[in-house]
């Protein structure tokens, strides 16, 4: 029987995923905690509950210390690229756009970044909930 959660550093810029899809762990939580379980079952027919429970319980132990590979979007993720503040992050781009607003943010870094919602969503991130946390709320099967 295969893994279920897999890391590669050549896919989803080695996150960790659900075996045989692009769902990274935390993709899977946050869809869960924002739609439920069943729902996510719903919309990804694919996904086997023990496989969803899987990447949860994944994320919930916080096994992705152990392999030293955590999640695009994820707290851990940010610290190990040495980001520690939304401060940290605006400082590596020059610019800063957002999907849902004509905000711009600009600063000394290099590059331009777009990101979804608006810049108050970008600062809600960083003080949200980390991945894990999310996990211990969504508990065991259901």
């Known amino acids: 029987m295969a893994e279920p959660i897999v890391i590669d550093a050549e896919v989803c810029n080695g996150s960790p995923r659900l075996n045989g899809t692009s769902l990274t762990v935390y993709e899977i939580v946050a869809a869960c905690d924002e739609i439920g379980r069943r729902a996510f079952l719903r919309e990804y027919p694919e996904v086997e509950p023990d496989d969803l429970d899987a990447a949860i319980d994944f994320c919930r132990t916080r096994r992705c ?5 955590h999640c695009d ?3 851990l993720r940010a610290a190990d ?3 520690h503040s939304v401060a940290d992050f605006v400082r590596q781009y020059r610019e800063i756009r957002f999907l849902d607003s004509d905000e711009v943010i600009a600063s000394q870094g290099e590059g331009i970044i777009t990101l979804p919602g608006t810049a ?3 600062e809600d991130h960083w ?3 980390n991945g894990w946390e999310i996990a ?3 508990g065991g099967a259901p």
């Open 81 to 83: 690229d040495g980001l």
């Open 73 to 75: 979007g994820c707290s």
């Open 136 to 138: 211990r709320r969504l």
């Open 127 to 129: 003080r949200g909930e």
């Open 65 to 69: 210390d152990g392999v030293g590979a």
């Open 120 to 122: 108050a969503d970008m």
